[in-house]
T-cell receptor, first 114, second 112 residues
Framework: DAGVTQSPTHLIKTRGQHVTLRCSPI?????VSWYQQVLGQGPQFIFQ???????GRGNFPDRFSARQFPNYSSELNVNALLLGDSALYLC?????????????FGSGTRLTVV | LAKTTQPISMDSYEGQEVNITCSHN???????ITWYQQFPSQGPRFIIQ???TKVTNEVASLFIPADRKSSTLSLPRVSLSDTAVYYC?????????????FGAGTRLFVKA
């Protein structure tokens, strides 16, 4: 079985541009969460979607948005990129909303903003 | 808002037992405590999860006291390949809905 897949694996963008990151959860998982991990720090929660609805939002500006599709895959969009948005963006899937059986993470998308 | 606190780093030698404690004073009543391992440039990997008392699997044990305000991850007989960052994770329900809160992580360095 495929694990959580994220695309692209690496991305370089210029300040002010827009970026879309994609995530495919494990088959059967209905929840997808997004995290930002700056080098040397723990992952910071951005969004959680469950059954295609936003269930949780972290302390990120409105430039960050996401959505979940009928097949439970998800996109994270970031507008007007800043240098500080450079980070590893992680996607995690779980069967339920509260991760009672744990979250499975993808390998992440490394975003560099120049 | 739930918050987790862990030691920043720990050193150990191969074959020793390592215990990493995480404090989570405001953990929600129904929330589980989960521990993850992360290697550089990889996503976190699930180690163990528990709600209360003690849980053991093939790689680790998790001890949770009755008040659930802390948890201790125990790694028996560590090897060099256990050198990684370890995170505890709890949930939080409040403004903004349901969130998952990672600690800052504990960098474990295992020496030969």
């Amino acid at each position: 079985d495929a694990g959580v897949t994220q695309s692209p694996t690496h991305l370089i963008k210029t300040r002010g541009q827009h970026v879309t990151l994609r995530c495919s959860p494990i088959s059967g998982h209905k929840s997808v969460s997004w995290y930002q991990q700056v080098l040397g720090q723990g992952p910071q929660f951005i969004f959680q979607y469950y059954e295609k609805e936003e269930r949780g939002r972290g302390n990120f500006p409105d430039r960050f948005s996401a959505r979940q599709f009928p097949n439970y895959s998800s996109e994270l969009n970031v507008n007007a990129l800043l240098l500080g948005d450079s980070a590893l963006y992680l996607c995690a899937s779980s069967f339920g909303m509260t991760g009672d059986y744990g979250y499975t993470f993808g390998s992440g998308t490394r975003l560099t903003v120049v | 808002l739930a918050k987790t606190t862990q030691p920043i780093s720990m050193d150990s030698y191969e074959g020793q037992e390592v215990n990493i404690t995480c404090s989570h004073n405001n953990i929600a009543t129904n929330d589980y405590i989960t521990w993850y391992q992360q290697f550089p440039s990889q996503g976190p990997r699930f180690i163990i999860q528990g709600y209360k008392t003690k849980v053991t699997n093939e790689v680790a044990s998790l001890f949770i006291p009755a008040d659930r305000k802390s948890s201790t991850l125990s790694l028996p007989r560590v090897s060099l390949s256990d050198t990684a960052v370890y995170y505890c994770l709890v949930g939080d329900i409040g403004t903004g809905g349901f969130k998952t809160i990672f600690g800052a992580g504990t960098r474990l360095f295992v020496k030969a």
